[in-house]
């Protein structure tokens, strides 16, 4: 099977603001949108992963969340947008690409941005898979007791920086088997290089509140729901995503042995199969 590469970054203006986009494979196929965790560019989508999912006949949208990466940035502590905004970014991206009805994918704090999608703008989304996110529940374990988050870096020192995201994606790998330093180390230099403004990357999407629905809650999604989640995962431990697929009607769970709160490259052989199964059919 063939690998469709990328069709390169594209900066479009959606919703007062430029975001830079990157797609793969076939625009007739069935749309996937990636929407990253906080403070993560598009490229935490791993670009070999996105065409996995391409060569099995889906097309693959990645993008930067304001304030990271390519696309616009606000001062650091100063976001000028809300989490809705955040939200209404998925679907202009969706409008941008002329796509009608997507498989959204929401990882982490955004995870939220797939319930708001869900509840409030149904006749957008296809199906909808949470990966390494949770309900908010009081009630759910907090974070371990061994996840230790270095302290922010000296941000005008790049290599301190790099150092700083290296640190931190091997602390919430949470003791995985699968964490590789040097492909993340490579990656997060890439990600910091990249970045317009990689100050306001680390901080300004812990500045805004979540948004609710108006509509509703989990248990009002209707659209075919997949619950992912590391069995490792160290910020947010395996209850809450068991607590997840309970709260969504039909949902399911795939838990991925030996993941923390990412996605390695040795989950995809796990991963890639049940994604391409539950975007079967629908989204245009």
Not at 57 to 69: A, I, K, M, S
Not at 110 to 128: E, K, M
Request: charged share 20%; proline share 7%.
């Amino acid at each position: 099977m063939t690998s469709p590469r990328s069709h390169g970054e594209h900066l479009l203006g959606i919703n007062g603001v430029e975001l830079c986009t990157e797609t793969f494979g076939d625009r007739a196929d069935p749309a996937i949108v990636l929407v990253a965790g906080a403070a993560a560019s598009m490229l935490w989508w791993d670009a070999d992963l996105c065409e996995q999912l391409a060569a099995h006949g889906r097309f693959v949208v990645r993008y930067d969340h304001r304030d990271t990466g390519r696309s616009t940035c606000c001062p650091p502590g100063r976001p000028s947008y809300t989490y809705t905004d955040l939200v209404l970014d998925v679907l202009g991206v969706q409008d941008a690409l002329g796509i009608g009805s997507a498989h959204v994918v929401c990882q982490s704090m955004f995870g939220g941005a797939g319930l708001v999608l869900g509840v409030d703008h149904p006749d957008r989304v296809a199906s909808l898979t949470f990966v390494s996110t949770s309900t908010g529940a009081d009630d759910l374990p907090p974070p371990s007791s061994d996840l230790a988050v270095p302290a922010e870096p000296d941000v005008s020192d790049a290599a301190a920086v790099v150092d700083y995201v290296v640190a931190g994606a091997r602390a919430y790998a949470g003791g995985s088997p699968y964490f590789d330093e040097t492909a993340v180390r490579a990656l997060a230099a890439h990600d910091v290089a990249r970045a317009r403004n990689y100050a306001s990357t680390l901080v300004n999407h812990f500045a805004i509140e979540h948004d609710r629905p108006t509509r509703g809650g989990f248990g009002d999604i209707v659209a075919p729901t997949l619950v992912v989640h590391g069995d490792h995962d160290p910020l947010l431990p395996l209850p809450h995503g068991e607590a997840l697929r309970d709260a969504i009607p039909g949902a399911q769970l795939l838990v991925l042995k030996g993941a923390g709160h990412d996605l390695p490259r040795p989950v995809w052989d796990d991963l890639v199969p049940a994604l391409v199964r539950h975007t079967q059919e629908g989204g245009s």
